[in-house]
Nanobody
């Protein structure tokens, strides 16, 4: 079993930055897919970014160039550095982990079996 705990959310002004963290515990390997998802009220959940084996990463077009996903395998932690935040970035952000290895799995939302409780990001103009 894997437990995920997010932190780092909060309220920032448009153009500001936040760094989200996700502490993972349990049986997770350095090559398993991990991702950040987000969901705003009334909208579907969307994958923000993921990172898989060999550190290969993917970003949604809506965050490319502004967000950076990274992973600290020694500390079983996942991060999301968010810069140049926009009002449309406001959402609950979730950390997710997959028990599968292989970058192709990282693209499949159903492959993520473990989810955190989420951390809220609010953007003020």
């Amino acid at each position: 079993q894997v437990q995920l705990v997010e932190s780092g959310g909060g309220s920032v002004q448009t153009g500001g930055s936040l760094r989200l963290s996700c502490a993972a515990s349990g049986q997770i390997s350095s090559s398993d897919c991990m991702a950040w998802f987000r969901q705003a009220p009334g909208k579907e959940r969307e994958r923000v970014a993921h990172i898989g084996d060999e550190g290969r990463s993917y970003y949604g077009d809506f965050v490319k160039g502004r967000f950076t996903i990274s992973k600290d395998n020694d500390n079983n932690s996942l991060y999301l550095q968010m810069n140049s935040l926009k009002p449309e970035d406001a959402a609950m952000y979730y950390c997710a982990a997959s028990p599968y290895t292989g970058h192709s799995f990282c693209f499949t939302e159903g492959a993520y079996h473990y989810w955190g409780q989420g951390t809220q990001v609010t953007i003020s103009s």
